[in-house]
Every structure is written in structure tokens, then in C-alpha cells.
């Protein structure tokens, strides 16, 4: 909790009214107090999508009249618009890249939804044109600003359980997809559809906290090998596995993620030599964690288990928000906490992953 820091008033514009958009408005509009923030508080200052009845139903829905939100049945009146401090993206992920490109230029600052692009080479443009024209940019990897990843990332670097051995991380759902129609974004290969662009950020944000941050890892990049099998119904990738090893810490991610079948109860594992941290379902925003600890180095034998448990008032999407504002203020043009390697090596990894996969996007902007 900061107090001493005059309350900040940050004014979002936001790109699109789908569900994301609505589950992130719904958050920033909480009362900050009731997540312990005093010195940042959010508003809407405008919402843009294709759709003019759309924007003025999401504003209708969600947000109060006193707050006199701007309505725009296109994005760049958001992107134009002089009240608006940070332009948030909820498009699906083959338009992020032309929307945050719009609103950098525009002068905006921009939280981009996850995959921030659809490959490395577009983020990296992104990264050129924020710092041209000096504005923050960050993918919107709320899972990593949870309190709950705070306190797991914590644990592991306190070093109580250890070196890092191994992490085991699946983020799957059941789509339904024989019934989905085709144009729906999770199938549409336009709409960059498929497992990993959508749910791999989360099995490999978990992978960033337990080894690529780890401190003995030097922030060094892991050599990545994966594989695919794609649904025939649209050809893309319906279950992919990927492991990446990282050799300073002779430490492996096992991870993976499916549109075919639910989630699994305990999601991601996280072995030490000393312990293990359980995290259950939902991977995105678990609401506890476990550690094991070992009665002796690699025993495996748990002699003591301490699980601690999360309340969060709102969806989680909150936290990432108050990152994003409190950052602007300080004039820095990346998050220390999930800063552009990350979001570079997220993309990376992705790329490589598509490419041993045999899945190329019809259309990549870069
Ligand atoms: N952080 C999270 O927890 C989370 C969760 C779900 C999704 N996401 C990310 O958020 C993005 C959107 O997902 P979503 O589930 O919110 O999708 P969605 O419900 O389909 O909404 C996407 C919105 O994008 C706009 N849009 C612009 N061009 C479009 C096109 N050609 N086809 C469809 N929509 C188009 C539409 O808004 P207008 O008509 O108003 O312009 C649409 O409502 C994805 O990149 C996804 O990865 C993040």
C-alpha cells in the first residue's frame, strides 16, 4: 500500500466492448481501497468499438453516467481523444499489434491483452515505436500482478524449498469446438485461433516466475521444443505440449494447453529439491497455493504442508491496472515486473513453437 503519493486520476479509453473488455472495466471501476491501493484511482474516459450501440451499451451497462464517458463507434476517436491518458486493447490477438501501432502514434500509452502480438517480430516494432514516442507499453499479463503470484514468487526466492527441478503447467478448456462456428476467435485462424496464442501465456507465465526469473538463471533464455496436433475442423492447433530447458539451472518446463478438454484440479506443479508449490485451477488467477516441503533434499517424502489461501474482491484484472498507472506517473516506459523481455521472450518462444508445429497465421502483420 503506497499513502504518501497524491491520488492519481488515470483515464482509460478502451478498444472494443467483447467480454475481455467488460470483465477489465468492470475491475478498475472497484473502489482501489478494497484491494488496500490509496494513491491510484481509475475512470473511463471513452470506449471505442465497430459497433456505435455497442459502446453506448457497454457504457450503459457498466458504468455510471457521472463519470460522462465518451462513446465512439470506431477506435480512433478513442486513440484522438485528449482525456484519454491510456488506450486498453481487448481485440482479438491478429489485431493488437494495428491497434497499439494506432495508438502510439496517437501519443498513447497501451496495455495490449495477451499474446500482445501474434510474434516476436511485431512486438519488437512496438517496443521501437513506444520508446520513439515515448509511451509505456505492456502486455496485459494480469495473472503475473496477482497477490497470489507475488506471494508464490516470494517462496521461491526466499530459497526455503530450493533449487528449481522441474515445472509441470496445463491451461486447457473444453470449447466444445465441433460446435463452435468457425469464425469464432478460439477457431479462426484469422483471429490468430488455437491452444497457444490463447491459454500458452498462462502454463509459461509460471515457467517465467519459477525459472526464467529465477535469480540463478541470469535471465537467460531457454531452448524450446514443442509439439502439435491441429483440429482438421480450421487447422489450428488444438492440443500443443512445450518444454522448455533452461541450462544454467539444468531446470525443464514441461508445459501445455488444449481447446478439447477441461482443466485438470492441480495445474501447475512446481518442483524444488526441497518441495513442490501446487497451484490449483484456474491457472489464470488461482485463489491458493500449496508448498510441500520434503523431510530431506529430493526425497520427495512430504513431511509438512502449508497452504495459503487468496480473497480478491473482482476478477484479478485490477492489479495489473494499478501497475500500469503508477508506472506513467513515474514516467518509466516498461513494468519492472512484467517488463518487454518478457513479453519478447513469451513471443519467442510462441514463434518457434508455431514454426516446429507447422502453424503459420494466414496473415502476420510483420
Ligand atoms: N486477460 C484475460 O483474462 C483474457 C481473457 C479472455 C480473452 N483475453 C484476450 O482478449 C482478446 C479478446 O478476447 P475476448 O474473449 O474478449 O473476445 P471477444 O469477446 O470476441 O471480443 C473481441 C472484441 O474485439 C472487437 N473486434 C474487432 N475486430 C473484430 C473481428 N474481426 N472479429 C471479432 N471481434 C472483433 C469486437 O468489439 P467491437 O465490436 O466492440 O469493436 C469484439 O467484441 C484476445 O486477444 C484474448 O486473448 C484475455
Not at 473488455?21 to 468492470?26: D, G, H, L, N, W
Not at 499474446?115 to 513506444?130: G, Y
Not at 502486455?139 to 506471494?151: D, K
Not at 509439439?227 to 514441461?254: H, W, Y
Amino acid at each position: 500500500m503506497t499513502t504518501q503519493q497524491p491520488l492519481l486520476v488515470f483515464r482509460w479509453g478502451i478498444i472494443s466492448t467483447g467480454e475481455i473488455s467488460k470483465a477489465f472495466v468492470k475491475d478498475i471501476l472497484l473502489d482501489p481501497k478494497t484491494r488496500g491501493v490509496q494513491d491510484v484511482v481509475h475512470k473511463v474516459a471513452a470506449v471505442g468499438s465497430r459497433n456505435i450501440e455497442s459502446a453506448i451499451s457497454f457504457v450503459g451497462k457498466l458504468i455510471d453516467t457521472d463519470e460522462r464517458t465518451k462513446v465512439y463507434g470506431n477506435y480512433s476517436g478513442v486513440y484522438n481523444d485528449p482525456d484519454v491518458d491510456v488506450v486498453y486493447i481487448g481485440t482479438p490477438h491478429t489485431f493488437h499489434y494495428q491497434n497499439a501501432v494506432d495508438a502510439i502514434k496517437a501519443g498513447k500509452h497501451v496495455l495490449v491483452e495477451k499474446p500482445a502480438t501474434t510474434n516476436a517480430a511485431e512486438f519488437r516494432s512496438l517496443v521501437d515505436l513506444a520508446a520513439k514516442h515515448g509511451v509505456f507499453l505492456m502486455e496485459a499479463m494480469w495473472t503475473r500482478f496477482q497477490p497470489i503470484a507475488l506471494a508464490v514468487k516470494r517462496v521461491i526466492d526466499e530459497g526455503r524449498i530450493g533449487a528449481p527441478v522441474l515445472v509441470h503447467a496445463d491451461l486447457s478448456g473444453d470449447f466444445d469446438i465441433e460446435n463452435l462456428p468457425l469464425t469464432h476467435r478460439i477457431l479462426d485462424p484469422n483471429l490468430g485461433g488455437g491452444a497457444i496464442l490463447d491459454l500458452g501465456p498462462y502454463p509459461l507465465v509460471w515457467a517465467i516466475i519459477a525459472l526464467y526469473e529465477h535469480p540463478a538463471n541470469r535471465r537467460l533464455k531457454p531452448m524450446v521444443s514443442s509439439s502439435m496436433i491441429k483440429t482438421p475442423l480450421t487447422g489450428v492447433d488444438r492440443s500443443t505440449c512445450f518444454t522448455l530447458n533452461f541450462p544454467e539451472l539444468a531446470a525443464q518446463a514441461q508445459l501445455s494447453c488444449n481447446i478439447n478438454v477441461p482443466s485438470q484440479s492441480i495445474s501447475a506443479t512446481l518442483r524444488f529439491r526441497n518441495g513442490n508449490i501446487l497451484i490449483p485451477e484456474p491457472l489464470y488467477r488461482p485463489k491458493s497455493f500449496t508448498v510441500q516441503y520434503f523431510d530431506r533434499p529430493s526425497s520427495g517424502k512430504v513431511q509438512r504442508e502449508e497452504t495459503t489461501h487468496f480473497e480478491v474482491l473482482g476478477g484479478g484484472w485490477h492489479f495489473q491496472a494499478d501497475e500500469v498507472a503508477r508506472c506513467v506517473r513515474d514516467g518509466k516506459p516498461e513494468s519492472s515486473v512484467w517488463g518487454h523481455d518478457k513479453t519478447l521472450l513469451e513471443m519467442e518462444i510462441f514463434d518457434e513453437v508455431r514454426h516446429q508445429g507447422g502453424y503459420r497465421l494466414p496473415e502476420e502483420a510483420i
